[in-house]
């Protein structure tokens, strides 16, 4: 039931791409994205609401394809900053408020 | 604004042993979750709560319980503290409306270790 996200783990140097996957066994009706510094609490990064939008803050984008149950981050030009554990986040159902999280992929920004 | 403030920061529990861990926003707002996070894994829920008097299980609910009397409170209580209970615990809170459009607000976390 939980989303499974893709890669669990990845080592970027500052400056690369890198594209993290969401996927859902069950329909997706909705999209969050956080990330987690070390030691911190989560934190909101972006929302997406319906199939097929992409929206994007700076260097940070994402995805969300209904029918294939998807959902992707896009970080370009990563930062050092962008280091973190990323989740996505979603209702289990649709109107449940039943917030689940994906299981995380932990990114690393080397200088 | 205070947000979503949790107590305590961090605990040491003998096995055994009973505790609570308090968590309280101030935003009004309806929606509220316990999550807990083991090193260097994800977030799991716990319990959630669409209202005062109304709460249901989440993912792994065994150990705990919860109650909301408030709008403002939802404290979560660990009966008989086992090891396997040592984690990082969340409190979020969500206001209303459509419910996708709203997203979480994170409380500190309490560092739980049961000995």
């Known amino acids: 039931q939980q989303p499974v996200q893709s890669p669990q783990a990845v080592i970027l140097r500052e400056g690369e791409d890198a594209v993290i996957n969401c996927s859902s066994s069950?329909?997706?009706?909705?999209v969050h994205w956080y990330r987690q510094k070390h030691g911190e609490a989560p934190v909101f990064l972006m929302i997406?609401?319906?199939?097929?939008e992409q929206k994007g803050h700076e260097k940070i984008s994402a995805s969300f394809n209904e029918k294939k149950q998807q959902s992707s981050l896009y970080l370009t030009a990563s930062q050092l900053s962008y280091s973190g554990t990323y989740f996505c986040?979603?209702?289990?159902?649709?109107?449940?408020?039943?917030?689940?999280f994906g299981t995380g992929t932990r990114l690393k920004v080397l200088a | 604004n205070a947000g979503v403030t949790q107590t305590p920061k961090f605990h040491i529990l003998k096995i055994g042993q009973s505790m609570t861990l308090q968590c309280t926003q101030d935003?009004?707002?309806?929606?509220m979750y316990w999550y807990r996070q083991d090193p260097g894994m994800g977030l799991k829920l716990i319990y959630y709560?669409?209202?005062?008097?109304?709460?249901d299980k989440g993912e792994v609910p065994n150990g705990y319980n919860v109650s909301r009397s408030t709008t403002e409170d939802f404290p979560l209580r660990l009966e008989l503290a086992a090891p396997s209970q040592t984690s990082v615990y969340f409190c979020?809170?969500?206001?209303?409306?459509?419910?996708?459009?709203?997203?979480?607000?994170f409380g500190a976390g309490s560092r739980l270790t049961v000995l």
């Open positions: 979020a809170s969500k206001g209303g409306g459509h419910s996708g459009a709203n997203v979480l607000t």
């Open positions: 069950k329909a997706l009706y909705s």
């Open positions: 997406l609401l319906k199939g097929g």
């Open positions: 986040g979603t209702e289990v159902t649709s109107g449940t408020y039943k917030y689940i």
């Open positions: 935003m009004n707002h309806n929606y």
């Open positions: 709560s669409v209202g005062a008097g109304i709460t």
